[in-house]
């Protein structure tokens, strides 16, 4: 089939990717329509205070007029809110940490906006993503097809190591990207806004969109309390001394101390290598993983909970000797400030906490959102900061595509990264009745409830899931 024979729907979000994602085609043959979506209407969340979607769907008219493609509109504010912003709002208030992002992709751009563009006669669907797609082979080199007789389709990082964003598409099927385009998948960015100036595109100079995907950069606290209610509460600052005697901890470190090889480097470095690369790598004794009890790897992969408790006393200030009331020295922490809502916190978080008198950074490393406190440790190094494993629930466990599927009782190594744009990590992928739990070869900052671990093998990305 010739490219002209092939109606394909570009997501025009009036930026730079898009654009030149749709000059491509253009170019390519492609029978091309642009198509802009709404996805919110609310000014009074964004911190610029306007409809920043207003301006981009004038941008983005004139790039389609431009490169000479029809120019369409549809508003999705409805299912944006109740597939996307709803279950933001559900998971920050039960102390989780969600990705909107990869929840618009699955649930809008390649759903929702999809079934409009295909009854507008598309065939395929292009974004401005920098990630690529191709046809899966099997070892005899032969094209792999599915139980439906199908093609099987590989999801690959994009060329460019600094732009690529396959994990925000962690989450899409065989289906989705089967209708799926990434034009500029292979390009890096500054050739992009090299493309975007020789033809004198409107975007070409546009910066990159920052903040929550299709509302704009927002205040998170703010647009949160449009639904959650502020509350105050305690800052419990946690001290070193806390591990020592928490059961948790000295179980966790234990484990891992044990799993240890004796002449382990770690994973190799870099972000292209497959698993067979850094295979024999690992700091851990594969054999003595995979004799791990699934009631062990469920305790390993649950963080530290922390329940100080203060007491207080009475003294007597000032030549009045006026009756007052303090918080004993407790050896395990301190209470050393107060917030507007736990629920509007998340591990790892460092801005916005408005704690000064300490010489390193501080960092929350938990929330307790039943009874309202946010629990923080002081540098980088705090050892309530970091953990070695983690665990996805059997039903959020997702795969690319069927031959990828790890069985039960299987082991893999993989590269791992928990957040957009982490290096990869190298992994001990376990694959058990009571979930997938992921082994780091080094324990990991910020292992936050709600986000997407994301694996790779190479540059494909093989599958995800929510961290427990």
Not at 262 to 280: H, M, R, Y
Not at 297 to 315: A, G, K, M, W
Request: with cysteine; charged share 30%.
């Amino acid at each position: 089939m010739d490219n002209k024979d092939i109606k394909v729907c570009i997501g025009l979000s009036g930026g730079v990717d898009s654009s030149v994602a749709a000059l491509l085609l253009k170019q390519q043959g492609y029978d091309v329509f642009a198509l802009f979506m709404q996805n919110w209407n609310d000014a009074s969340t964004t911190l610029h205070g306007d409809c920043e979607w207003e301006e981009d769907r004038f941008v983005a008219e004139m790039v389609a007029r431009k490169i000479g493609i029809p120019f369409y509109f549809v508003d999705l504010s409805k299912e944006y809110r109740k597939r996307v912003v709803d279950y933001m709002f559900d998971e920050y208030s039960r102390g989780r940490t969600p990705n909107p992002d990869v929840l618009c992709n699955r649930e809008i751009k390649f759903d929702a906006f999809l079934k409009c563009a295909e009854r507008l006669g598309a065939q395929m669907v292009a974004t401005g993503h920098y990630c690529r797609k191709e046809q899966a082979t099997g070892p005899d080199g032969k094209p792999l097809a599915g139980a439906d007789g199908k093609p099987v389709y590989r999801l690959l990082a994009g060329s460019d190591p600094n732009k690529d964003q396959s994990y925000f598409l962690c989450q899409l099927n065989q289906e989705q990207l089967s209708k799926a385009m990434f034009p500029i998948g292979d390009i890096i960015k500054p050739e992009v806004r090299r493309l975007a100036h020789e033809a004198d595109l409107p975007s070409a100079d546009k910066k990159d969109s920052q903040g929550i995907c299709f509302i704009g950069k927002v205040d998170l606290p703010t647009f949160l309390q449009q639904v959650l209610q502020p509350k105050e509460g305690d800052v419990v600052e946690v001290y070193d001394a806390y591990y020592a005697d928490n059961e948790q901890y000295k179980f966790c470190k234990n484990i891992i101390a044990g799993l240890k090889t004796t002449g382990g480097q770690g994973a190799a470095s870099g972000n292209v290598l497959s698993c067979e690369d850094f295979a024999d790598n690992a700091v851990y004794d594969q054999s003595k993983v995979a004799a791990l009890a699934d009631e062990v790897l469920i305790r390993l992969s649950e963080p530290v909970r922390y329940d100080i408790e203060f007491e207080t006393e009475t003294y007597r200030s000032g030549r009045k000797h006026i009756k007052k009331t303090r918080y004993k020295d407790n050896p395990y922490g301190k209470i050393i400030g107060r917030h507007d809502g736990a629920q509007f916190y998340t591990v790892g978080q460092r801005k916005g906490l408005n704690i000064g008198g300490h010489k390193e950074p501080v960092f929350v490393i938990d929330t307790d959102v039943e009874k309202n406190i946010i629990y923080v440790g002081e540098g980088e190094s705090h050892k309530g900061l970091h953990r070695s494993c983690l665990r996805i629930m059997p039903e959020d466990i997702h795969w690319i595509h069927a031959d990828l599927e790890m069985s039960e009782g299987e082991m893999r190594r993989y590269r791992v990264r928990i957040r957009y744009r982490q290096p990869l990590q190298g992994a001990t992928l376990i694959r058990r009745a009571s979930g997938m739990f992921i082994l780091f070869d080094e324990p990991q900052r910020g292992v936050t409830p709600g986000q997407f671990a994301v694996w790779y093998d190479g540059d494909e990305l093989c599958g995800s899931g929510p961290i427990k």
